[in-house]
């Protein structure tokens, strides 16, 4: 859900970046559609508070910008890897889309950039005993390893190229005053602030879907959770690399 769609603005936030998107067990049924912006952007003339310096050059319309995507991600990641991660169509308004619902309870799944992990989603003990099996993380593990292989400055540069097109999918969405870079930075700064879980993480089944017992990690949103869900040390790496890519997006020091 969430590692290599950081390092294109994708796959970080995505990466990606972060970021729920990939991570929620595959055999599980999709989640329904998130609901409608509950916040209010930015008026226009207040201007945005992380302003992105986008590289002047020509485009194309964003309903005709998949090939110039993938020939970014490409060069990030390598044409295997982007065939392997990655859904080929729509993909700026999916990278979108899905990077405004991380901080909410769900995500639309039919938005999704990114191809479920592979590999069944592991626990232990049953009932009063049920956790998140140890061993689960090494799911992430190959994931992980490429989002930290990704050049952050090479994936800024990408991002500040392709720029407009996430703002222009930014408006459709329903944000006419907003910014999508104030809402990147955002999204990371949810991330950076999931909680670092120590141990085995005891689960419940009260209806089909697993939930975390304890109410606090139940109550964190998409992308908390799917940090949270990688595993401690696998959410360690991937909350380095967000500080390192928003290093290069702001100014101003993000939370620790």
Do not use: C
């Not at 592979?118 to 190959?142: H, I, P, Q, S």
């Not at 959410?235 to 380095?240: E, G, Y």
């Amino acid at each position: 859900m969430l590692p290599r769609i950081l390092a294109v603005v994708v796959v970080l936030a995505a990466a990606g970046a972060a970021t729920w998107w990939f991570l929620w067990p595959r055999e599980l049924p999709p989640l329904p559609p998130a609901a409608a912006p509950a916040a209010v952007a930015p008026p226009a003339a207040q201007g945005p508070r992380h302003p992105i310096e986008a590289v002047e050059q020509p485009l194309p319309p964003l309903k005709e910008s998949d090939p110039v995507m993938l020939e970014a991600l490409a060069r990030l990641l390598g044409s295997a890897a982007v065939q392997k991660y990655f859904n080929l169509e729509e993909i700026v308004r999916g990278v979108v889309a899905t990077v405004d619902n991380l901080p909410r309870e769900s995500y639309a799944q039919r938005l999704n950039p990114m191809k479920p992990i592979e590999g069944a989603f592991r626990v232990m003990g049953k009932e009063a005993t049920l956790t998140l099996a140890t061993d689960n993380a090494t799911r992430y593990a190959a994931f992980v390893k490429l989002v930290e292989s990704v050049e952050t400055g090479a994936a800024v540069e990408a991002y500040r190229r392709l720029y407009p097109l996430f703002q222009q999918a930014y408006v459709e969405l329903g944000y006419p005053n907003g910014y999508f870079n104030d809402r990147l930075v955002e999204v990371i700064d949810h991330l950076l602030a999931a909680p670092d879980v120590v141990g085995p993480i005891p689960l419940a089944t009260p209806h089909v879907l697993y939930e975390y017992a304890n109410p606090e990690l139940e109550e964190r949103s998409a992308g908390q959770k799917a940090i949270m869900r990688t595993g401690r040390d696998n959410a360690q790496r991937l909350k380095a690399k967000l500080r390192d890519l928003r290093s290069q997006l702001v100014a101003t020091p993000g939370p620790r």
